[in-house]
Structure formats: structure tokens, C-alpha cells
């Protein structure tokens, strides 16, 4: 069955610090997709990225990168120089080429607070 | 852009009355989402539907129905509202594009159930 653990529920750091959110998921199917999402306080949870199994570079886009390390079956999101604008919710979620209609499965989120 | 309006922001009812959730959508999208969103579990998916009047059960169906008689429009049914269903409820619509179209959501729903 497919899991999706975020085990950090809330991080707090200042501003301009760099911080990652961690993300460890579970599949049997050999072709996957990842995703993370931001759910800010307006409550619409935005998209963010997309990672297909088979792709296991880094992305990067501007403050923000992505870490897929298939070994440790784990998907990271580190936000470089941190500012106020990005406290939110990250949700990360992950669906199967076997599902139909594509079905996501998240993990339970991470509240990240940024301090000035 | 596409945009996913759900039709209230906040709703109180009382427990044992029909609820109706909407949701519409404006990009012709094939694919529709329930999902209701509960501190420390998550998103956890209710009911999704892939084409008119198509609809599949996700991982928590018991106690909702959903109606989708046109593309644009899903609406999930509480048939009796329990207690229990006080939660946040996000709509979401996507291409059928295999399965990594993005989701695009609506700004969510939070019954209150009293």
C-alpha cells in the first residue's frame, strides 16, 4: 500500500535561515509520482513540484530544491534564505501509475513558521 | 488560470441534516476530487469521479454520496451530518492526463457539525 510520512508536523526558524522539510514514502509500484504542495493561510493548497520515478535529479528553482533520493525512498524540500511569505503548510503526496484517475496520497503536513 | 470555487467558505449544521458541498470548476477539467483535511492526517481523498456521471469510491466514503451530472460540477452529500464530519473540505479538479496532471484546488470548506 502507499504512505506518504512527513514526520516533522511544525518547524520554526528566523528569517533568511535555510530549512528542510522532509518527506519518506512507501510504493510497491515500480512507477510513481511525487508532488509538493504549500497551503498558505488562505487555505488553496498550491502545486509546487512534480518528480516521476524514473527522474531522480535535483530540481531547483530559485530558493527552493528539491532532494529525490530513491534509496532512502525519500523526497526533501529545502528552502534556502527563508523569508515570512513562505510560512504555510507543505503537504507532500505521492500517486501510482496503477491508479486510475490519478488518486494522491499525502502525508500528514508540515507547518513551517518563519519568524522576522 | 484555473480556478476551483467551492460555494461557501464556512458552514454550520446541525447534526442529522442533508449537507450539499459544491464545487465547480472552469478548465474543462476530466477529473474531480473529494478530500477532507484533518489536523495530523492530512488529506485524506473521499470520492473522485473522471467523467460525467463516473464516480469512485476513495479512502473514506462511508457517510458521503457525490453527484456529478456536469463536467464542471461536483458536489459531495452528506446525507446526515454526524459529528464526526466537522472537517475541512478541499476540492480539486486535474487533466486526465495519466497521473501526473497537478491538482488545482479550491480554497476549502470548513463544516462545523454542532
Known amino acids: 500500500a502507499q504512505k506518504v510520512t512527513q514526520a516533522q508536523t511544525e518547524i520554526s526558524v528566523v528569517e533568511k535561515e535555510d530549512v528542510t522539510l522532509d518527506c519518506v514514502y512507501e510504493t510497491r509500484d515500480t512507477t510513481y509520482y511525487l508532488f509538493w504542495y504549500k497551503q498558505p493561510p488562505s487555505g488553496e493548497l498550491v502545486f509546487l513540484i512534480r518528480?516521476?520515478?524514473?527522474?531522480?535529479q535535483n530540481e531547483i528553482s530559485g530558493r527552493y530544491s528539491w532532494n529525490f533520493q530513491k534509496s532512502t525512498s525519500s523526497f526533501n524540500f529545502t528552502i534556502t534564505a527563508s523569508q515570512v511569505v513562505d510560512s504555510a503548510v507543505y503537504f507532500c503526496a505521492l500517486s501510482e501509475a496503477n491508479q486510475g484517475a490519478q488518486k494522491l496520497v499525502f502525508g500528514q503536513g508540515t507547518r513551517l513558521t518563519i519568524n522576522p | 488560470d484555473v480556478k476551483v470555487t467551492q460555494s461557501s467558505r464556512y458552514l454550520v449544521k446541525r447534526t442529522g441534516e442533508k449537507v450539499f458541498l459544491e464545487c465547480v470548476q472552469d478548465m474543462d477539467h476530466e477529473n474531480m476530487f473529494w478530500y477532507r483535511q484533518d489536523p495530523g492526517l492530512g488529506l485524506r481523498l473521499i470520492y473522485f469521479s473522471y467523467d460525467v456521471k463516473m464516480k469512485e469510491k476513495g479512502d473514506i466514503p462511508e457517510g458521503y454520496s457525490v453527484s456529478r451530472e456536469k463536467k464542471e460540477r461536483f458536489s459531495l452529500i452528506l446525507e446526515s451530518a454526524s459529528t464526526n464530519q466537522t472537517s475541512m473540505y478541499l476540492c480539486?479538479?486535474?487533466?486526465?492526463?495519466?497521473?501526473?496532471?497537478?491538482?488545482?484546488f479550491g480554497n476549502g470548506t470548513r463544516l462545523t457539525v454542532t
Open positions: 480539486a479538479s486535474s487533466l486526465r492526463q495519466g497521473n501526473n496532471s497537478p491538482l488545482h
Open positions: 518528480r516521476n520515478s524514473f527522474d531522480e
